[in-house]
């Protein structure tokens, strides 16, 4: 089956920094989604990248859509402690029904 | 939060007991899923629904069973708990017209003894 799997694991970042996470997907995508969960709290949907090479910002968050549509990343600038959480990748295959399939995530801790 | 609501919050429950969790939504939207989630796991698909008494398994399907009866209304229910089942449960809708994309429920913490 669809297999999504997300690099880092956990994320240690000194405040104001840069990091990327990155999200691979065994199948091509018909589009990628991004999910954010604060400590105790439940996933919120973020974006949704669609198009082939597709880049979206939030503020301080650009995300990217791999060519393939395989791939992805999440790319925060000057990280501030509101940036701590989990980071979700997840998508639906591009032939198939609406099921996500879900990245196990890369947990962003911050120092400041 | 797109008018979910989940019940109990929190629940403690012993082995070999059957366990009912309730997701409830307030927007008539037709899809629902109900998830868990496990450290190192993500989010893993447990069965979803599409319309009232149409259901689907999902990835880890074995030892839930769900109902829904009434569109705001889908039931989970782990026949006869494990402590394999101790997990955060959270369950989603899709709105109208963008059914792949997801809002959760505030989760339920279930502690299988």
């Known amino acids: 089956g669809q297999q999504v799997m997300q690099i880092p694991q956990y994320q240690h970042v000194q405040e104001g920094e840069d990091f990327t996470t990155y999200c691979n997907s065994s199948?091509?995508?018909?589009?990628i989604q991004w999910y954010k969960q604060r400590p105790g709290g439940h996933p919120v949907f973020l974006i949704q990248?669609?198009?082939?090479?597709e880049v979206k910002k939030q503020k301080r968050l650009t995300f990217q859509f791999g060519e393939a549509k395989k791939n992805s990343s999440l790319h925060i600038t000057a990280t501030q402690t509101t940036d701590v959480g989990t980071y979700f990748c997840?998508?639906?295959?591009?032939?198939?029904?609406?099921?996500?399939?879900f990245g196990a995530g890369t947990t962003v801790t911050v120092r400041a | 939060d797109a008018g979910i609501t989940q019940s109990p919050r929190h629940k403690v429950t012993e082995t070999g007991t059957p366990v009912t969790l309730r997701c409830h939504q307030t927007?008539?939207?037709?899809?629902m899923y109900w998830y868990r989630q496990d450290p190192g796991h993500g989010l893993r698909l447990i069965h979803y629904?599409?319309?009232?008494?149409?259901?689907d398994k999902g990835e880890v399907s074995d030892g839930y069973s769900v109902s829904r009866s009434k569109t705001e209304d889908f039931l989970l229910t782990l026949e006869s708990a494990t402590s394999s089942q101790t997990s955060v449960y959270f369950c989603?809708?899709?709105?109208?017209?963008?059914?792949?994309?997801?809002?959760f429920g505030p989760g339920t913490r279930l502690l299988v003894l």
């Open positions: 990248l669609v198009k082939s090479g």
């Open positions: 199948t091509t995508l018909s589009n």
């Open positions: 629904s599409y319309g009232v008494k149409d259901t």
């Open positions: 989603a809708i899709s709105v109208q017209g963008r059914p792949e994309t997801q809002y």
């Open positions: 997840a998508g639906p295959p591009l032939y198939g029904d609406y099921k996500l399939s």
């Open positions: 927007e008539n939207h037709r899809y």
